[in-house]
């Protein structure tokens, strides 16, 4: 399998693209509240992204995709449509997921949120405990490690705390275009086909935690994937550039 090698000169466009990206869940923050709805959520990211920084939604057409972010309620597992009947409330959990385009570099990154200071325990841990997934993971990558120690970590910590992963939806290459090889797995399912990471190659990070159960289910818009038994599940993305000693997270906050 080939897989995109990133010369010093794409890695400052990667990096460029992926600080914007990041802005743009920095930003959106003070504005998740109780009673704004996902679909205001969206436009004030989409205007962001045309008008402050000047980028190209990639989700915008993708596949027939109509925004310029999923966000993820509560038992929505991703790929959630903005929608102005959806109106956040106290202790929801959401998770927004932007990807962008500047000078035809990508940049896919996406957190959590919490609505509201009263953070009920439960909401909370899946949210910190996917996050530490995904941080976990990415300390285990550099040059001459093997993608499987991705999945392998993800699923160990998931684990350990009671946590199911998602394996229906994985990580990916990106760099010049939004979803390049290899498949980011988040769990151990390559077999023989494992990738030896190379400095310059360019991934995203993305684990998905369920509370309870792993079955899920995609609704009839095409898009909307929740759990089936209706527990909360919680990601977080990243994506970055290998390097030799570590990684260079390009969507870092
Ligand atoms: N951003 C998602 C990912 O992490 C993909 C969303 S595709 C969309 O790969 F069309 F739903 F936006
Ligand atoms: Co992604
Ligand atoms: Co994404």
């Known amino acids: 399998m080939t897989i995109k090698i990133y010369s010093l000169k794409d890695i400052k466009q990667l990096i460029f693209v992926g600080n914007l990206a990041a802005k743009i869940l920095a930003l959106i923050n003070e504005y998740i509240k109780s009673e704004i709805n996902t679909e205001e959520i969206n436009n004030i990211c989409h205007k962001y992204i045309e008008t402050k920084i000047r980028c190209i939604s990639a989700t915008i ?9 999923c966000i993820s309620t509560n ?25 962008i385009i500047k000078n035809g570099y990508y940049a896919d990154t996406s957190s959590m949120y919490i609505v509201g200071n009263k ?11 996917a ?77 998905i935690l369920i509370n309870r159960g792993t079955a899920i289910k995609i609704l009839k818009d095409g898009w909307t994937t929740t759990t089936q038994n209706k527990s909360n599940s919680a990601q977080w993305e990243h994506t970055l550039i290998i390097k030799q ?9």
């Open 119 to 129: 953070r009920k325990k439960k909401t909370y841990k899946v949210c910190k405990r």
């Open 61 to 69: 057409g993708y596949k027939g995709y109509q925004h310029a972010t």
């Open 75 to 99: 038992n929505i597992v991703c790929h959630g449509i903005p929608n102005y009947k959806k109106q956040i409330k106290t202790n929801d959990i959401l998770n927004i997921d932007v990807t």
């Open 245 to 253: 000693t570590g990684v260079v997270l390009t969507t870092i906050r």
């Open 131 to 207: 996050q530490e997934c995904l941080n976990k993971a990415i300390s285990v990558l550099c040059d001459g490690a093997n993608l499987s120690k991705v999945g392998d970590t993800i699923q160990t910590h998931a684990k350990k705390n009671g946590y199911s992963v998602v394996k229906e939806f994985c990580g990916h290459g990106v760099g010049t275009d939004f979803h390049l090889k290899p498949q980011v797995l988040n769990y151990n399912g390559y077999n023989n086909n494992d990738v030896l990471l190379k400095q310059g190659m360019c991934l995203t990070v993305e684990p």
